[in-house]
């Protein structure tokens, strides 16, 4: 939860260098949590409303595209990467390949190594 909480109050950093373990601990959370958005509007509002998972889903827009570049960037490569989404199937695949890939070992010209920093 403390990586979840880490990324939101970095709301907007889009320089600097996430680790997997923060990227993908992110992802979890972002998971249950739309999904318990997704059972209160069902259960407030009954199918086919979306309001609380629609509003979530815009609160974390931006958290998520910050924490997809620091990956990214801790990986030695540009945030522009993330735009690789757009080539059908492919792109999502060497997306997710270079979320699961280590980090750089040492600073990058992204910034100093976080595992080095463990700040959290």
Request: hydrophobic content about 50%; some cysteine; charged content about 15%.
């Amino acid at each position: 939860m403390e990586y979840f909480l880490h990324v939101l109050r970095n709301y907007a950093v889009f320089n600097g260098r996430a680790r997997r373990k923060e990227y993908w601990m992110f992802v979890l959370f972002n998971i249950l949590f739309s999904m318990a958005a997704g059972i209160a509007d069902y259960s407030l509002f009954g199918s086919g409303s979306g309001a609380i998972s629609g509003l979530y889903s815009l609160a974390v827009l931006i958290p998520s595209l910050a924490v997809g570049v620091r990956r990214l960037h801790d990986v030695g490569k540009s945030g522009w990467f993330t735009l690789i989404l757009f080539v059908p199937l492919v792109g999502a695949i060497w997306l997710l390949v270079l979320y699961c890939t280590e980090g750089t070992d040492g600073s990058n010209e992204y910034g100093p190594n976080p595992k080095a920093e463990l700040a959290y």
